[in-house]
């Protein structure tokens, strides 16, 4: 099936879960902006423990923060935001239709690899094990050819890029001849920039009202933050500020879902260091930060870092933690080195000095930061992307049933355990509810009583609980249960006492968590 198809399977199984909806649905909804129902903020609040856990109780060296939305208006200004948060936007003048021009082009190079993916994908069939990938890229001529084209295109974009020139990116895209998706014409508009931020006006206007700003990264709070946590924490350089929370963007394109929103919540840390030292830590949170990725076993094939051809106004260096979604490669996690542009410039704007004094050198300065920024609403569509799956499963009469399935990290999955009486009489629906009102207080538990036993299956498969109970007439002789695992499938008969133990050994964080302490 085509990946395409599979996307938006994968987003009609997200409503019909209850995992995520648009948001304002009944009046037709709000473009870019989402719900998360019962199950999607279970799987959102699990998703953020792991990130908060990982970052705060396994490093004594960072600490939480939870800042306002709200902020004074010239932490914008100072930041750099009021005048540089922009995209550059362009319109087709046939459908009407609004397009980042940065979008365009990265689209247009993702057509280039994607031909090259094309051929691999039939050498490798072709000669099986015996395959050289690498001896193919330097010697197929088609390869070599779609290669020169990405070089070419990303040299000029590049340069494009850092120049701000917004007419040859425009040039770009006639060149390329690049046509807008709906409309199929290379009717282009000229390029210009287009501030991302949402205002609003804080006081009531007999006060004097004043424009506030809707915070576009959660980073700008631990910046003006920085020396009330150093000093109340007696924080000693390295140490970070972990925090997660809204950020708000007024996004020009609007699609693939809970991808690119205007509100979505972020999950930073900002790590301050030693001037001179940064290069060090930046290696540090790139190595940590995939191996936290990757600690989901979502396969290592389907990650890679994308180093940033423009650096953004206040980094020396830059990368990315790309997921390969349904979609293609994309965009989960930025790690950065930050330099001192914020708290110096914090410092200038407010005129307070914002430094450290570092008793080793017995000297003050200006700390440099790394900073480790990962979209929550990203993460969430990682995980799900990567654990949805359509299972054939070959029936007796050799036809073949599919089992929809959401192969969630256990630790991560909304529900643990769901406890099924066979039949709703013999005692066996008390026998199911006294299981759960003892093991409610370990992990989210649900019962199910309705339709057959095999419907309650492929009903949890599709939320993605892995395990379920099944209490029966046995249960009511020897206080046994069947404990069904949602992968394998695979049956087994225990004690209603050992429920507990073998169920927590497989969903608690802590067992994640020790294999994460590296
Ligand atoms: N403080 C740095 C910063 O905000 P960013 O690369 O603009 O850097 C960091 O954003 C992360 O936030 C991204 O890697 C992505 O996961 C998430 N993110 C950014 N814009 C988003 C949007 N419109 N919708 C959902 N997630 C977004």
Known sequence: MAQEDIFKKLISHCKEYGYVFQSSEVYDGLAAVYDYGQYGVELKNNIKKYWWDSMVLLHENVVGLDSAIFMHPTVWKASGHVDAFSDPLIDNKDSKKRYRAD????????????????????????????FDEQQFRETNQRVLANQVKINELTERFTKALNDDDLVEIKQIIIDYEISCPVSGTRNWTDVRQFNLMFSTEIGSTAEGASTIYLR????????????????????????????????????????????????????????????????????????LRMKWH?????????????????LAHYANAATDIEFRFPFGFREVEGIHSRTDFDLKQHEKFSGRKIQYFDPELNESYTPYVIETSIGLDRM????????????????????????????????????????????????????????????????????????????RYRRHDAIGTPFCVTVDHQTTEDQTVTIRERDSMKQERVKIEELRSIIREKVNFKNKLKDLDF
């Open 294 to 310: 990757q600690s989901l076993n979502f396969g290592a094939e389907n990650y890679k870092f994308h180093n940033h051809e423009k």
């Open 216 to 287: 576009p990264e959660t980073a700008q709070g631990i910046f003006v933050n920085y020396l009330n946590v150093q000093k109340t924490g007696r924080m000693r350089l390295p140490f970070g500020i972990a925090q997660t929370g809204k950020a708000f963007r007024n996004e020009i394109v609007a699609r693939q879902f809970i991808f690119r929103m205007r509100e979505f919540e972020q999950m930073e840390m900002q790590f301050f260091v030693r001037p001179g030292e940064e290069m060090k830590w930046f290696e540090f949170w790139k190595d």
């Open 103 to 130: 979008v365009l082009i990265e689209d247009q190079r993702a057509k280039f690899e994607a031909k090259i993916d094309k051929e691999i994908g039939k050498a490798r069939k072709r000669f099986g094990d015996s």
């Open 380 to 455: 969430f569509l990682q995980v799900i992307s990567a654990s949805f799956d359509e299972e054939e499963i070959p029936k007796e009469n050799g036809t073949k049933d599919i089992r929809t399935v959401l192969r969630l990290p256990a630790f991560l999955a909304p529900v643990k355990m769901a406890v099924f009486p066979l039949v709703k009489k013999d005692g066996l629906p008390d026998i199911a509810r006294s299981i759960i009102n003892e093991l409610k207080f370990d992990f989210y538990c649900q019962y199910d009583e309705k339709d057959s036993i095999g419907k």
